[in-house]
């Protein structure tokens, strides 16, 4: 299968193609402005200039488009985050249907919804009402409906990540393993208990197993899915995740507590989290790596530290 990433010298792309080729077989084009530090065949692609995406895409039976690249945010004009992250997205969809492509694979982000603690409900999910605080909160919503819109009208298959991030924590290699000499282990603990950047997957396995799961299901054709650190908390847990976080978190992980306190983590109150069951019941994903993975690997090494 024939795999076009855009933005593929960012840093998902980077660290997610090599696994999707080695791990998986798959042929990738990485596409960016820039070329990438890697071996794949590249093709340079400005995304806001129909005809560079035309060109780029035109003629090499492509089957899937993971489209990443994007303008992040406070990195230009409201004009550029239109450009890029607007009209950019639809020159992909629409360079897709016009080559045959058959799965566009957009990022958008969990900010095109809310910005977590201002959400209405908890835990949040794809329902959650829509406000915007930046540009690029309203250029992640609209390109979320540019991919319904072509799904709707001309039947391109086209699945949106509204995505809570991908933050990679070194020393926490892509197999799991915390390698003991390198790893800041309050900080990796931290993600999963929603501190630092809260509830970003911290993994490039997980990464790759959540564009892979929307790869390969075929009875998926399109919808919005919220990828990120599952947490198990519910709705009656948000006003003691407040005032007692650790409570809440021993309850759920039995041993925590403790375990927090050997590696001095201060855990603040935790006003959000993600609810990833969509993704889990209709795509088959849900991250690998969890809390209880860290908390064994540990123990099990205490000995050795």
């Known amino acids: 299968m024939k795999i076009m990433v855009t933005g593929a010298a960012g840093l998902c792309g980077r660290?997610?193609?090599?696994?999707?080729?080695?791990?998986?077989?798959?042929?990738?084009?990485?596409?960016?402005?820039?070329?990438?530090?890697?071996?794949?065949?590249f093709v340079h692609c400005d995304i806001s200039k129909p005809e560079d995406v035309q060109q780029a895409i035109k003629g090499k039976d492509i089957d899937v488009i993971i489209h990443l690249a994007t303008l992040q945010p406070g990195q230009g004009p409201p004009s550029m985050s239109i450009d890029i992250n607007v009209k950019g997205t639809c020159n992909i969809l629409e360079a897709a249907l016009k080559n045959s492509v058959k799965r566009v694979i957009f990022t958008s982000s969990v900010w095109a919804a809310s910005r977590g603690p201002s959400s209405p409900y908890q835990p949040i999910d794809e329902n959650i009402p829509c406000t915007y605080e930046d540009m690029y909160d309203i250029t992640k919503h609209m390109g979320e409906q540019l991919c319904e819109y072509f799904y709707t009208k001309y039947g391109l298959s086209a699945i949106a990540f509204r995505f809570c991030g991908y933050a990679p924590i070194e020393g926490f290699s892509t197999e799991g393993d915390i390698l003991w000499d390198k790893i800041d282990l309050p900080a990796l603990v931290g993600r999963f208990c929603g501190t630092g950047p809260s509830f970003k997957l911290t993994n490039a396995w997980d990464l790759t197993q959540a564009f892979r799961a929307a790869i390969e299901n075929k009875n998926i054709q399109h919808g919005l899915f919220l990828i990120g650190v599952g947490m198990p908390f519910v709705q009656e847990d948000a006003?003691?995740?407040?005032?007692?976080?650790?409570?809440?978190?021993?309850?759920?992980?039995?041993?925590?507590?403790?375990?927090?306190?050997?590696?001095?983590?201060?855990?603040?109150?935790?006003?959000?989290?993600?609810?990833?069951?969509?993704?889990?019941?209709?795509?088959?994903?849900?991250?690998?790596?969890?809390?209880?993975?860290v908390m064994r690997q540990y123990y099990e090494n205490k000995g050795k530290l």
């Open 239 to 293: 006003e003691d995740l407040k005032k007692t976080p650790l409570v809440v978190l021993e309850r759920y992980y039995p041993g925590v507590s403790e375990f927090i306190k050997e590696i001095s983590l201060n855990v603040p109150p935790i006003t959000f989290w993600y609810n990833t069951q969509k993704a889990k019941e209709h795509l088959g994903f849900s991250p690998k790596f969890s809390l209880q993975d």
């Open 15 to 41: 660290d997610m193609a090599p696994i999707l080729a080695k791990h998986y077989g798959y042929d990738i084009i990485a596409s960016d402005i820039r070329k990438p530090d890697n071996d794949f065949q």
